[in-house]
């Protein structure tokens, strides 16, 4: 069970696949405009009523971009999660009636671990961000950065209180609704953090285990999406054929105020950098023209990204986890929540020169890095050193071994 965008939908496909493999008969629950996404992955489809890109682009949604920090966003975001989140809890309970075991992303965890408890199913989290609070670093959807070590622990705890606040309604009417006594505030949470297993979907390598971190947190490696077809099409072949390999730029699900503008940005430094473009509209409508640059739509970034020079994305974590697969540069373009936490992830492992934040993006930025990722001998031997050594996980055992002692 999972809800959010496309990146927080797509890795668990394969995660999905990699189950039913193993001889479990497994559904995904989700937004329905991602049922394409479980074509021929031996996975079944559940549908929630929410469309997450319609919300965004409602004039709730516009209003994310008028949050001038990322708690301001937060709250945002927050208020608008608070608002959908009992439209899909019909659907959530009459999924988990039809199961055995309930896995759960971090966008439906408190709500569906209740659905569990009431339902007296086996269940723990299947996440792809680390959420748990620990020392070692500051909550990643407060962006990148330190604030102490007890500092982040606080505020990891700070994060955890904040998005039981989403579910303060839905999971005492879930309760009551499944005969369940009431809980005083926050019961659940710490329950759920004392001793629920999660499995976490990110390489070791990218984020080692925090030290700080209770038994029963794991993290097993990447879940890549599974793609029932990688044939890219026939313009997009043509097109990394006729000339050295290009830069893709794309911004995933994110949605920005201005996509004319930052187009055009995004082809000068480009040009300026002597590079040629794949562009993805994504989910912000980005598109260039001209013999050098190529507008495309959703493809692939398993077939496409091992053929590029280097990847500017947004680095939410899927991206950023194909990236890293592909083993070619990044020149990270964060905007918001957890996305400044991956981009300093790639800057330190060294497969990406600098993070350019959207917000203050500037031709002279994004060129400068361009030419640093391109040039520089070095991003790209690294790069292709560390996709090798995650290329060899297998982050899906550890989820199919657990499922088995849960199950049984």
Known sequence: MTAGSRGDVAPYTGLGH????AGHDVTLV?????????????????????????????????GLHRSTSGAGKLVRLGEMARRLVGRMTDDLVAAARAHDVLLLAAS??????????????????????????????APPVLGAGSWGGPGNRIAGHGVGWAVEQVFAAAVPAVRGRLGLPRLRPGAARRERERQWPVHHGFSPLVVPRPRDWRAGLGVCGYWWPYDADTRLPAVLRDFLGSGPPPVFVGLGSATVPDAARLSAQVVTALRRAGLRGVIQRGWGGLAADGDDMLTIGEVPHSALFPRTAAVVHHAGAGTTAAGLRAGVPAVPVPVQFDEGFWASRLVALGVAPAAVPLRGLTVDALSSALLRATRDAGFGERARALGERIRAEDGVADVVASVGLLGA
């Not at 031996?42 to 709730?60: N, Y």
């Open 18 to 21: 990699g189950l039913s493999r």
């Open 108 to 137: 439906v965890a408190p709500l569906g671990h209740a659905i569990a408890e009431g339902l007296s199913l086996p269940s723990m989290g299947v996440y792809l961000q680390p959420l748990a609070p620990t020392r070692e670093f």
């Open 30 to 62: 989700t937004h329905g405009c991602y049922e394409p996404l479980v074509a021929g992955s031996g996975v079944r489809f559940h549908t929630l009523p929410v469309d997450p890109r319609a919300e965004l682009e409602s004039s709730r949604g516009r």
